[in-house]
């Protein structure tokens, strides 16, 4: 019986290690809805000059898909979102709570060699920190989102549990309140939407700057109809 015991709480431990590692966090990125302007006064903007047109149609070819190639980084790592706009990172933390941090540049403050301390706030970079927190409607039952903006970090200093994304914070909008969501090992963010003007080569030049400080993995993750299924392999 004593073998036993010892046999089930090790198999215990290491399903919950799994389910720990298989857990993500994950969100999409959308297009920015835009009204148009009227097409007669759009055809006049653009044609009423050959470099007009020209720097219109690079502009259209640039921001073909604003959603694809957004950098982020995680605990540790870093990675980029896909052409449908999803950005996904193995979850390295127990609590339903989450920084979102908006900024084009971080800096590393080191102990030892190339052994971080933290992470901090570029000296004169614009950012935006918002807190993700998943809650319980005691009277409903259901899960929410319930997302807000602060004013500041504390001495600029990135927290642990921080998903950093590379742009320049007007660029992105984040809405703030309440969404609705589920309650499971994975954190599946509320959507966040690219705004035109989203500097994709600058922000994607930076991140090499600071690659050296960032791990890089080979995932292969699955999506189940309520679930994502994840495989991290360094």
């Given at each position: 019986?004593?073998?036993?015991?010892?046999?089930?709480?090790?198999?215990?431990?290491?399903?919950?290690?799994?389910?720990?590692?298989?857990?993500?966090?994950?969100?999409?990125?959308?297009?920015?809805?835009?009204?148009?302007?009227?097409?007669?006064?759009?055809?006049?903007?653009?044609?009423?000059?050959?470099?007009?047109?020209?720097?219109?149609?690079?502009?259209?070819?640039?921001?073909?898909?604003?959603?694809?190639?957004?950098?982020?980084?995680?605990?540790?790592?870093?990675?980029?979102?896909?052409?449908?706009?999803?950005?996904?990172?193995?979850?390295?933390?127990?609590?339903?709570?989450?920084?979102?941090?908006?900024?084009?540049k971080i800096v590393?403050?080191?102990?030892?060699?190339?052994?971080?301390?933290?992470?901090?706030?570029?000296?004169?970079?614009?950012?935006?920190?918002?807190?993700?927190?998943?809650?319980?409607?005691?009277?409903?039952?259901?899960?929410?989102?319930?997302?807000?903006?602060?004013?500041?970090?504390?001495?600029?200093?990135?927290?642990?549990?921080?998903?950093?994304?590379?742009?320049?914070?007007?660029?992105?909008?984040?809405?703030?309140?309440?969404?609705?969501?589920?309650?499971?090992?994975?954190?599946?963010?509320?959507?966040?939407?690219?705004?035109?003007?989203?500097?994709?080569?600058?922000?994607?030049?930076?991140?090499?700057?600071?690659n050296q400080y960032?791990?890089?993995?080979?995932?292969?993750?699955?999506?189940?109809?309520?679930?994502?299924?994840?495989?991290?392999?360094?």
């Amino acid at each position: 019986m004593h073998y036993i015991s010892i046999i089930l709480s090790i198999a215990c431990l290491l399903i919950g290690q799994n389910s720990f590692c298989d857990a993500v966090i994950t969100l999409f990125f959308r297009d920015y809805p835009a009204v148009q302007e009227d097409h007669a006064q759009t055809l006049h903007a653009t044609l009423g000059s050959s470099k007009k047109f020209a720097r219109h149609q690079i502009e259209k070819i640039a921001e073909h898909n604003l959603r694809a190639g957004i950098f982020a980084t995680y605990a540790g790592y870093v990675h980029a979102s896909d052409v449908k706009g999803q950005l996904t990172f193995p979850r390295k933390h127990t609590q339903p709570f989450l920084y979102v941090i908006v900024t084009s540049k971080i800096v590393p403050i080191l102990m030892i060699q190339n052994t971080i301390h933290h992470w901090e706030i570029a000296p004169g970079a614009p950012y935006a920190v918002y807190t993700f927190e998943r809650k319980k409607d005691e009277e409903t039952k259901h899960y929410f989102w319930d997302v807000q903006q602060l004013p500041a970090l504390k001495d600029k200093v990135i927290p642990l549990e921080s998903l950093v994304i590379f742009a320049q914070p007007d660029h992105l909008y984040i809405p703030t309140g309440i969404t609705l969501t589920k309650n499971n090992p994975n954190l599946i963010l509320p959507d966040i939407y690219v705004k035109k003007g989203f500097n994709l080569i600058k922000n994607s030049l930076y991140v090499l700057n600071i690659n050296q400080y960032l791990g890089q993995t080979n995932r292969h993750y699955q999506t189940k109809p309520t679930s994502y299924q994840m495989q991290t392999n360094g």
